[in-house]
């Protein structure tokens, strides 16, 4: 008796990381199951795995700005970045060189960009928001002066990366899964990790107890400039040529949507990878739908633009109710 009494009394509770994401993964949900009613193509295997792979560039960009803004940082400049590095590394495969060469030197000007970026916030103390968008503006430019306003083709030496597969699971994703769970170990079980959150809770506390926070931040603008050198070698591949207008500034903002609709904190102090992925999956799944329904394109920039205004409120919401 006493066993079925204390049956009656328990209460069914979700784990914090699930029911901390239940409503985004429901609309999540909600949208693949309208798409499938309305498209014949959307669940059907090859659909769904060049959504991922499309995904997969995002995913990357998104997993190390989650680790950027837990530290209370921001960088709207990694859409540039990309879009620099697709020029350059088309440029140096189009003149011969080899593959493996041309993929360094993407990561590690991604990562001189990233260097810039953090040397200017912490050195001369300006504001992350002005400093990744005016390198944002420089970079576009950049990318405009390396292809001199034409496309540059990268021939097939990345076309293995860009439709490989291994197991049906893309080379691209498989990429994309490794960033994703180094950045969700990084947050959760390195002291890197913990010391990013606790500069974006309280940068002075943070430095107070004995956290080196200027050299913090650099590291973490030159980890996300190295992952931009990467997601633009992926992106290279998958679109074989560098065009005008490749990547820039709609793909940063993008990105930045995804992180925001995932949960991670704009102030910094509390973020979450796992979010972060359902926010790029949920772009990714509403942008194959414009294209699957035969919407206008320009009605994809709308969308990414409201949800993550909407997102941006509730994030607000969120951490007023928690002061």
């Given amino acids: 008796m006493?066993?079925?009494?204390?049956?009656?009394?328990?209460?069914?509770?979700?784990p914090p990381a699930l029911g901390r994401h239940a409503g985004l993964a429901a609309v999540l949900l909600l949208i693949c199951l309208y798409l499938s009613l309305r498209s014949e193509v959307f669940a059907t295997t090859p659909n769904v795995v060049n959504v991922l792979r499309q995904v997969a560039v995002m995913a990357v960009l998104a997993a190390g700005l989650t680790v950027l803004m837990a530290a209370g940082g921001l960088d709207f400049s990694l859409g540039s970045q990309v879009a620099v590095v697709v020029a350059v590394v088309a440029r140096l495969l189009e003149s011969g060189a080899h593959v493996v060469v041309a993929s360094i030197c993407g990561v590690l000007l991604g990562a001189v960009f990233g260097l810039v970026n953090g040397l200017v916030v912490t050195v001369f103390?300006?504001?992350?928001?002005?400093?990744?968008?005016?390198?944002?503006?420089?970079?576009?430019?950049?990318?405009?002066?390396?292809?001199?306003?034409?496309s540059v083709s990268a021939g097939g030496a990345l076309t293995e990366l860009g439709t490989g597969e291994v197991l049906g699971i893309p080379y691209l994703l498989l990429i994309a899964a490794v960033v994703i769970a180094g950045a969700a170990a990084t947050l959760r079980w390195t002291r890197f990790g913990r010391d990013a959150l606790a500069i974006g809770?309280?940068?002075v506390?943070?430095?107070l107890g004995g956290i080196a926070v200027p050299r913090h931040t650099v590291a973490l603008y030159v980890a996300n400039g190295m992952l931009a050198g990467l997601a633009g070698i992926m992106l290279l591949s998958r679109l074989g040529a560098a065009s005008p207008g490749t990547a820039g500034l709609h793909l940063e903002l993008t990105v930045v949507a995804a992180v925001v609709i995932g949960g991670t904190a704009l102030h910094g102090g509390n973020a979450t990878v796992a979010g972060?992925?359902?926010?790029v999956l949920l772009l990714g799944v509403v942008a194959n739908g414009i294209n699957l329904l035969q919407i206008d394109s320009f009605y994809q920039s709308v969308s990414v633009g409201v949800v993550l205004l909407v997102a941006a409120v509730v994030n607000q919401l969120r951490h007023r109710g928690r002061h």
């Fill in 125 to 150: 103390n300006v504001a992350p928001f002005v400093t990744t968008l005016a390198t944002a503006t420089v970079l576009d430019g950049a990318a405009l002066i390396a292809m001199q306003g034409q």
């Fill in 2 to 14: 006493n066993s079925i009494g204390l049956s009656r009394t328990t209460t069914l509770r979700l």
């Fill in 205 to 207: 506390a943070a430095r």
């Fill in 201 to 203: 809770g309280n940068a």
């Fill in 276 to 279: 972060t992925v359902l926010g």
